[in-house]
């Protein structure tokens, strides 16, 4: 997706920013809110919540991007589709009127295109996800949530070793991958130790042989 579009829209406009810190929440599936909004800097993570009261996780988003669905353009306010909550020290986001932004997309062909766009991949990682948890098993479904926060956090730490360099628990581990309990995420995570796949450093995780990692997920 190329977010010079989105940056381009922000710059010519003065939407106004606001600040949440770490582990509140911006909104809640349900909440009725009649905005939209962009992460400018920080890091978020959307859930949901089951009928059981379990929470799922979505995923975790750390650039510049849309973090609340649009859904349709005409109603002034809608039920929040997921939770959103900071898990970075201090989240900015952009808060924009939503029928306004409906509007300024329909009368821009390069923001159409980057909704679109924005959409298409939102699909696309809900089916693979969806595939994760089907064909991999809890197992597989743990090593692919480890490959998904090395894309999104990993920095190299030589000998071809990478640092997830994001505070992560075995808990929200569990939580995005369907499992019940973090003590079974323990259980596979030292697994993972024991095949030298991992290893954890100041409460961080360092993947030592990415190739474990992979050989255990179906793509």
């Known amino acids: 997706m190329d ?5 381009k829209y922000l710059e ?3 939407f106004p920013i606001i600040v949440k810190e770490r582990k ?7 909440l009725q809110d009649r905005h939209a909004y962009i992460l400018k800097s920080g890091i978020i993570k959307t859930s949901v919540i089951s009928k059981d009261g379990r929470e799922f996780n979505l995923e975790y988003i750390n650039s510049l991007e849309i973090v609340s669905l649009l859904k349709d353009e005409y109603s002034q306010f ?12 201090t989240a900015e986001l952009y808060q924009i009127d939503r029928v306004q932004f409906w509007r300024d997309i329909n009368n821009n062909l390069d923001l159409q295109a980057y909704v679109k766009d924005y959409y298409r991949l939102r699909l696309m990682r809900s089916m693979k996800k969806m595939q994760q948890m089907l064909m991999n098993g809890k197992f597989g479904a743990v090593c692919a ?19 997830i360099d994001f505070m992560v628990t075995n808990e929200e581990i569990a939580h995005f991958c369907g499992i019940a309990s973090a003590s079974s995420v323990n259980r596979m995570m030292q697994q993972l130790k024991d095949l030298g796949a991992i290893e954890i ?4 995780i360092l993947i ?12």
């Open 3 to 7: 977010r010079s579009i989105l940056k």
């Open 12 to 14: 010519e406009h003065s």
């Open 24 to 30: 509140k929440y911006l909104t809640y599936e349900g």
């Open 78 to 89: 809608i039920d929040a589709p997921f939770n959103i909550r900071v898990e970075s020290q």
């Open 145 to 163: 949530q480890l490959y998904e926060l090395y894309e999104l956090f990993g920095v190299e730490a030589g000998d071809g070793m990478y640092l």
């Open 201 to 204: 450093c100041n409460r961080r």
């Open 208 to 219: 030592k042989n990415l190739a474990i990692i992979k050989e255990n997920i179906i793509f």
